[in-house]
């Protein structure tokens, strides 16, 4: 069972949008619609800001939206905000009932 | 409005077992959810190690399968992880979580820092 791989780091200015990437397999993303995200901020839990490719918890804003087009699931956040600044991981039902993380990726508010 | 806390040992010596409670409040484990452990070795990124049924099924990682037990009680509203055999590399940042249908994990404790070390 390998991490879901995810660039290290993504930065962008104020206001403008964001795309993470995470990649898995047929085992993975490939097989199942059950596609999570996590935004971390340093010394934090992880918090749940997408589940099921593209829905969003109660009180989790707009800005944030998920997709998934084969083997791979996408974290857009539009009109970005200092306190997105955080890291930000992906997740996926896998094969035999498992669970797996992405890489993670720093994403940097210019 | 769900809470998690994680209790145990700061501090474990290899090759003894790392042993963890999750306490569970607003929200009773026998109706139903998985619950599970996941863990972050510092400045690393998050591995999932196990989750459990309120009935007591069972999903484990299979690289952690060998060491790993985790387990419920359901009349305390709390389950449990132990792991043995541990070694330096399972110094981490543990935290339990609500494991929505296994899909997602929609709640997370605080996490409790283990290291482990002679």
């Known amino acids: 069972q390998s991490a879901l791989t995810q660039p290290a780091s993504v930065s962008g200015s104020p206001g403008q949008s964001i795309t993470i990437s995470c990649t898995g397999t047929?085992?993975?993303?490939?097989?199942?619609?059950?596609v999570s995200w996590y935004q971390q901020h340093p010394g934090k839990a992880p918090k749940l800001m997408i589940y099921?490719?593209?829905k969003r918890p109660s009180g989790v804003s707009n800005r944030f939206s998920g997709s998934k087009s084969g083997y791979t699931a996408s974290l857009t956040v539009s009109g970005l905000q200092a306190d997105d600044e955080a890291d930000y991981y992906c997740?996926?039902?896998?094969?035999?009932?498992?669970?797996?993380f992405g890489t993670g990726t720093k994403v940097t508010v210019l | 409005q769900v809470q998690l806390q994680e209790s145990g040992p700061g501090l474990v010596k290899p090759s003894e077992t790392l042993s963890l409670t999750c306490d569970v409040s607003?929200?009773?484990?026998?109706?139903?959810?998985?619950w599970g452990w996941i863990r972050q070795p510092p400045g690393k990124g998050l591995e999932w190690i196990a989750s459990?049924?309120?009935?007591?099924?069972?999903d484990y990682n299979p690289s952690l399968k060998s060491r790993v037990t985790i387990s419920v009680d359901t009349s305390r509203d709390q389950f449990s992880l132990n792991l043995s055999s541990v070694t330096a590399a399972d110094t981490a940042i543990y935290y339990c979580?609500?494991?929505?249908?296994?899909?997602?994990?929609?709640?997370w404790g605080q996490g409790t820092l283990v290291t482990v070390s002679s």
């Open positions: 997740g996926s039902h896998a094969s035999s009932s498992t669970r797996v």
């Open positions: 979580a609500r494991d929505f249908g296994r899909r997602s994990f929609d709640q």
């Open positions: 459990i049924y309120q009935s007591g099924n069972t």
């Open positions: 047929s085992s993975d993303i490939g097989g199942y619609n059950y």
């Open positions: 607003g929200y009773s484990i026998s109706s139903g959810y998985y």
């Open positions: 099921d490719v593209s």
